[in-house]
């Protein structure tokens, strides 16, 4: 990482602490802002996080790795999340699982080597009763049949 | 659907109230309880588990640990209590309510052979090849609660790399069971912040920052979290196979130091009580193993001593006389290579502060290579040196690449307590039974001031011992009685005592005479001291400082990475609880007070090696050269 950009990373945690406060129970909201601006909390965000904080990294770490939305490492630049809770795999996850993963080429927990997408399980996203469901990004799809699913990806860029 | 008691929650979703006391004024009270049918009297807020270990009704943890805080995630201490829905895990249970406790049910006895089978389901590792093999919790449960098969499965192969990438601690997470108390250990007491766990449920395991090896990241290496894992998750590298095989070469010359801690606690290795100093016996040992001297290393902690207070009087005249503003005090020990390491990490701005001498098992190897080299016509390089000591740094300190002033690698090998008990008992000796030896020349004699490093305080007290006899020239008994300075004893974290030195001085003694002129300029002052033990307390005083408080004002400071100092070592035998460290304390002192020369500068080996090898006196070139060293700026961020 530059120098440029770690000063710039410096620059906007210390405007959040200051935001947030110094106190332990401000890291869930740093680190989603953190995950908002930039996909990703870098190491070099998570120790500049724990240093003003005074905490230590690995705790900063702990958390980021508790939380699935949190993430410590570059992801793709969109997450499609599937439901693997029972009442999706009822409805038929199996099918649209095999669906994407031909069409994009990759398994799940994988990235595509274009970056566009990165395919995760999530448990349940509350859409049982609209099953199979998916998440692209923060946006829910239900009712999912291969077709669709094959569709709703190729619109995600 | 509303329940018998006419709320809306279902049963298993009410949260369990502990009971208040109802009249608050009985708080610093006593409450009376059920154990087992039988009738207690507890003092209240005492944890069931605390109350029934007081009444000697065994209950078995994991995760518990008395010097950690409760964490209450192992679940093994479940017990009934009367009324309770569920069972309650009794490290985490405060009673304030006079409370009916049953410690063995068929509830009880049932769940408590879960988790131990849950656990087994996931450990990984066979116990003959295990270092921590008799000695493991894991499978001392395993045993207390007859398992005979595994109910829940073995986990067949190895899930995850073994991390032996630092010098000091190796970790196998295979065998990890997720109690969380080298966590604990390195964040609240040590405040090191190595280990954490990370992800969650099922994938839960215990890991570093960015899961990097431990020689990436900010470890001190002081061994605290090994001394307290439950199984062999943690231990410490073991290098005792590299020993035996330079004992076995004929060509080499093998020489040992043992350190004071070791001594006082590897007994509890041959099944004796904590408190027995085996210092003598453990020399015949040695001996028969087949190293061909032994030494003792309080004779460099004595030189340290000299080397380590001359370079205190050096900085305060140089800050007082000479008024050089450069001059950093107050000046910190350097013996504890966790509490070094530390520094560099945590503090490097304060490294001048850091005396430049070398830790005694450094010192040593340093002379061994040189000057004991020279006296028994040894080529250095054919010479094995190695270090018995209470740490697990020690194996780190004598890796650094700074630490090779003879030439050589000063200090071949550093070796745990628990490592040399070991290596006594493949030699087929039961140690307790050995006839006791005295150390080998020419270092042979040691002071009780060298002795005394073992516990917290412990090179405070050495170095006043000195340094006041120094100064006013009187005899240091006549100021603390059998000079004994109690103020510098005993665990608490942060202790502080300030001397006066009053107006008489004495003479300058022909030791330093060519470093002061006099003592004048000591005369009314107020030497100002303190001690920390355990890197928690050591980041007390280091933000005080930084603040400019009370101990930035202070002129002299020993820090020691462990709790208890040395006797409470990475290295030492487990388990170590602040009882088992009492005492040892206490054995330490003891051997202590029984000696006749209790000051580094009375010992006669100190005397002659500044007549005939240092003769140029303590922090000279040549002792600036062999005993001194300069530390690394590492800081705090992990690459």
């Given amino acids: 990482?530059?120098?440029?950009?770690?000063?710039?990373?410096?620059?906007?945690?210390?405007?959040?602490?200051?935001?947030?406060?110094?106190?332990?129970?401000?890291?869930?909201?740093?680190?989603?802002?953190?995950?908002?601006?930039?996909?990703?909390?870098?190491?070099?965000?998570?120790?500049?996080?724990?240093?003003?904080?005074?905490?230590?990294?690995?705790?900063?770490?702990?958390?980021?790795?508790?939380?699935?939305?949190?993430?410590?490492?570059?992801?793709?630049?969109?997450?499609?999340?599937?439901?693997?809770?029972?009442?999706?795999?009822?409805?038929?996850?199996?099918?649209?699982?095999?669906?994407?993963?031909?069409?994009?080429?990759?398994?799940?927990?994988?990235?595509?080597?274009?970056?566009r997408i990165t395919l995760e399980y999530a448990n349940c996203l509350g859409m049982c009763d609209q099953g199979p469901a998916l998440l692209v990004n923060d946006k829910v799809y239900t009712e999912l049949t291969p077709e669709k699913a094959v569709q709703i990806l190729n619109s995600v860029r | 659907m509303e329940n018998k008691n006419g709320l809306r929650a279902p049963v298993s979703q009410k949260p369990h109230v502990v009971p208040k006391p109802e009249d608050t004024s009985t708080i610093g009270g006593t409450v009376s309880i059920e154990i087992n049918d039988v009738k207690y009297s507890v003092p209240l807020g005492t944890t069931i588990l605390e109350a029934c270990?007081?009444?000697?009704?065994?209950?078995?943890?994991?995760?518990?640990?008395?010097?950690l805080c409760i964490a209450g995630v192992c679940r093994l201490c479940v017990v009934e209590v009367t009324g309770m829905r569920t069972l309650q895990a009794s490290c985490a249970y405060p009673i304030t309510a006079p409370i009916k406790i049953k410690t063995s049910t068929p509830m009880v006895r049932k769940a408590r052979r879960h988790i131990i089978d849950l656990m087994l389901s996931e450990h990984h590792g066979e116990c003959y090849s295990c270092v921590r093999n008799n000695n493991c919790e894991l499978q001392a449960l395993a045993k207390e609660y007859g398992v005979d098969c595994y109910n829940f499965g073995h986990v067949k192969e190895s899930q995850y790399e073994i991390d032996d990438s630092s010098y000091s601690v190796v970790r196998d997470m295979d065998k990890c069971v997720l109690c969380k108390r080298c966590v604990r250990t390195c964040i609240d007491l040590q405040e090191v912040g190595v280990l954490e766990a990370i992800n969650r449920g099922g994938e839960t395991m215990i890991s570093t920052f960015m899961d990097k090896q431990l020689a990436d990241v900010i470890c001190i290496n002081c061994g605290q979290c090994i001394n307290r894992c439950p199984t062999g998750a943690l231990h410490e590298k073991d290098t005792s196979d590299d020993i035996w095989k330079a004992i076995d070469d004929h060509a080499k010359h093998v020489v040992i130091q043992t350190a004071p801690s070791p001594r006082a606690a590897i007994g509890e290795e041959f099944g004796l009580g904590a408190g027995h100093s085996m210092t003598y016996e453990l020399n015949t040992a040695l001996k028969r193993i087949g190293f061909d001297a032994v030494f003792d290393t309080n004779f460099t902690a004595d030189l340290t001593i000299i080397e380590e207070g001359t370079e205190l009087i050096i900085r305060l005249y140089?800050?007082?006389?000479?008024?050089?503003?450069?001059?950093?005090?107050?000046?910190?020990?350097?013996?504890?290579?966790?509490?070094?390491?530390?520094?560099?990490?945590?503090?490097?701005?304060?490294?001048?502060?850091?005396?430049s001498a070398k830790s005694p098992q450094q010192m040593f190897g340093a002379l061994i290579k040189t000057f004991y080299a020279d006296k028994v016509g040894v080529d250095a390089k054919d010479i094995v040196s190695v270090a018995v000591m209470p740490c697990s740094a020690k194996k780190f300190e004598c890796n650094r690449p700074e630490m090779e002033d003879s030439g050589?690698?000063?200090?071949?090998?550093?070796?745990?307590?628990r490592e040399m008990?070991?290596?006594?008992?493949?030699?087929?000796?039961?140690?307790?039974?050995?006839?006791?030896?005295?150390?080998?020349?020419?270092?042979?004699?040691?002071?009780?001031?060298?002795?005394?490093?073992?516990?917290?305080?412990?090179?405070?007290?050495?170095?006043?011992?000195?340094?006041?006899?120094?100064?006013?020239?009187?005899?240091?008994?006549?100021?603390?009685?059998?000079?004994?300075?109690?103020?510098?004893?005993?665990?608490?974290?942060?202790?502080?005592?300030?001397?006066?030195?009053?107006?008489?001085?004495?003479?300058?003694?022909?030791?330093?005479?060519?470093?002061?002129?006099?003592?004048?300029?000591?005369?009314?002052?107020?030497?100002?001291?303190?001690?920390?033990h355990g890197t928690a307390n050591a980041k007390k005083i280091m933000e005080d400082i930084k603040r400019g408080g009370k101990f930035s004002e202070c002129h002299f400071i020993e820090f020691m990475a462990c709790p208890g100092g040395c006797i409470g070592g990475g290295g030492q035998p487990i388990p170590t609880t602040p009882e088992i460290r009492k005492k040892r304390a206490e054995a330490i002192y003891a051997e202590d007070e029984s000696l006749e020369i209790r000051k580094s500068h009375d010992n006669p080996s100190i005397k002659k090696i500044y007549q005939e090898f240092l003769n140029e006196g303590p922090c000279s070139h040549l002792s600036h050269k062999l005993l001194h060293t300069h530390y690394k700026k590492r800081g705090r961020y992990i690459a």
């Fill in chain 1, 1 to 115: 990482m530059l120098v440029v950009e770690k000063n710039s990373l410096t620059d906007e945690i210390e405007v959040l602490v200051e935001k947030y406060g110094k106190e332990r129970s401000s890291l869930l909201p740093i680190l989603q802002e953190i995950q908002r601006n930039h996909k990703y909390i870098s190491d070099f965000a998570q120790q500049e996080i724990a240093r003003l904080l005074d905490i230590h990294p690995v705790e900063v770490y702990s958390v980021i790795t508790f939380y699935s939305f949190l993430n410590a490492k570059p992801k793709g630049r969109n997450i499609v999340r599937l439901c693997r809770t029972i009442t999706c795999d009822l409805l038929g996850k199996e099918n649209v699982v095999a669906a994407i993963e031909r069409e994009l080429g990759i398994k799940f927990g994988e990235t595509t080597k274009d970056n």
């Fill in chain 2, 53 to 67: 270990r007081e009444n000697h009704i065994h209950i078995p943890t994991l995760c518990h640990h008395d010097d």
């Fill in chain 2, 318 to 355: 140089k800050a007082l006389i000479e008024k050089d503003k450069e001059v950093a005090l107050p000046q910190f020990t350097s013996c504890s290579p966790g509490w070094v390491k530390y520094l560099e990490h945590f503090y490097p701005e304060y490294i001048p502060n850091l005396s």
């Fill in chain 2, 408 to 417: 050589f690698k000063d200090v071949d090998y550093g070796l745990t307590t």
């Fill in chain 2, 421 to 532: 008990a070991k290596m006594i008992k493949e030699a087929g000796i039961h140690l307790p039974e050995m006839p006791k030896t005295h150390f080998d020349s020419p270092f042979g004699d040691a002071s009780g001031a060298g002795l005394i490093f073992g516990a917290t305080g412990g090179v405070m007290e050495a170095a006043i011992r000195t340094v006041v006899e120094f100064v006013t020239g009187n005899k240091t008994e006549d100021i603390f009685e059998k000079a004994n300075i109690l103020p510098l004893r005993g665990f608490e974290g942060i202790k502080y005592m300030e001397i006066p030195i009053g107006n008489n001085v004495g003479p300058v003694p022909d030791l330093i005479k060519h470093l002061v002129p006099d003592w004048n300029w000591l005369k009314g002052a107020v030497l100002k001291v303190a001690v920390a």
